[in-house]
């Protein structure tokens, strides 16, 4: 148990006690107890962060993060670089501007879904760092850039590609040798199914309406998977068009599952899957919603949104070395990484699919 919420707790069984002293019984003034107010800590944050192209795992207690003086910051790291597991992906050419970061569960096991943009996709277990799948799509360049990646309940991967405008579903659990030879699309890393989306920047499954959410330029599309190892489907079952251009990050809201984050080049909205309609009913939300946002995600404990957003005089433009955090009272701070190149930060809240 954290310290704050020992804390907490503690405060509220000295309550109890103090209600129970003989002085209480009588009408007597029990002794005064402090109100337990202090919020929990807040979880430990997941970037991607470009500059050193690792993905870390850093202490959500620590205002400033400097991994170069003081490497206890760094919880966990990952760059598939030099890693054999991960040599046939050619990542010192497909390892380049990792550009998504999330945390998932399935059947009892932890997972990271990476991607970068020069081709690099993986699902990573933690805390070992081994493979469960993994894909270079076009290594080297950036013809496809994949932008997100989510992994599905029975154990298939879904990639966005922004550049490409495409959305693939490999049959990454089913193509395992013995399932027989590949009649549709596939490659190196087996069989998928493809959807065009222009810009495709996000993917969430939505384990209440079983469908594969994916963000693109205009629109937001619920993607239903389906077909067989050898030729998976994706089909569209619904789409709704964005409130402005430019979709970028797509997320659960934690705490509410007919709630999805949605990114625009202008706005950070919530989308109401029940409603069929896009809202800015949550806290804070005229704090937390402004242009270019790269990713945004809430912690329902304590009711913090984190969100990255570029931060202007950094070597990209795309950069920030601040990760953002609204509270509930309307008040803000900022986590910063020395010498980093942040674009994206995720809550360290392991998700099951």
């Known amino acids: 148990m954290r310290r704050s919420r020992l804390r907490a707790v503690t405060a509220a069984l000295l309550g109890v006690l103090a209600l129970a002293l003989p002085g209480a019984a009588r009408g007597v003034p029990a002794p005064a107890v402090a109100a337990a107010t202090e919020l929990p800590d807040p979880p430990d944050v997941l970037v991607t962060d470009q500059a050193s192209k690792r993905l870390l795992l850093l202490d959500g207690s620590r205002g400033t993060w400097d991994p170069g003086a003081d490497p206890s910051v760094v919880k966990w790291s990952f760059s598939p670089v030099g890693d054999p597991r991960y040599a046939d992906l050619d990542p010192e050419r497909s390892w380049v501007y990792p550009d998504e970061a999330k945390v998932r569960t399935r059947r009892g096991r932890t997972y990271v879904l990476i991607t970068a943009s020069f081709g690099f996709a993986a699902v990573v277990e933690y805390p070992s760092g081994g493979r469960y799948w993994g894909g270079a799509l076009a290594p080297g360049g950036i013809e496809l850039n994949p932008h997100s990646i989510e992994l599905l309940p029975d154990g298939d991967v879904a990639v966005a590609a922004s550049t490409g405008g495409v959305v693939r579903l490999y049959a990454a659990a089913r193509s395992a040798p013995g399932h027989g030879r590949a ?85 950070v909205l919530q989308y109401s899957t029940t409603r069929r309609a896009f809202v800015q009913d949550f806290a804070g939300a005229r704090e937390v919603s402004r242009a270019n946002v790269k990713a945004v995600g809430n912690d329902p404990l304590t009711g913090g949104v984190v969100s990255t957003a570029p931060e202007r005089g950094l070597a990209e433009t795309w950069w920030t070395q601040r990760v953002t955090v609204h509270r509930p009272d309307g008040s803000r701070h900022f986590f910063r990484l020395v010498d980093g190149g942040v674009y994206k930060a995720r809550w360290w809240l392991p998700a099951p699919v």
Do not use: C, I, M
């Open 183 to 267: 009649r549709g699309n596939a490659d190196e890393h087996g069989p998928y199914a493809s959807y065009p989306l222009a810009e495709a920047h996000g993917l969430q499954w939505d384990p209440r309406l079983k469908v594969l959410w994916a963000l693109g330029r205009d629109r937001l599309v619920a993607l239903r998977p389906g077909g067989t190892a050898e030729r998976p489907t994706l089909t569209s079952s619904f789409e709704v068009p964005l409130p402005g251009p430019h979709g970028h990050d797509l997320l659960r809201v934690a705490g509410r599952p007919d709630r999805l984050w949605v990114t625009t080049g202008s706005a």
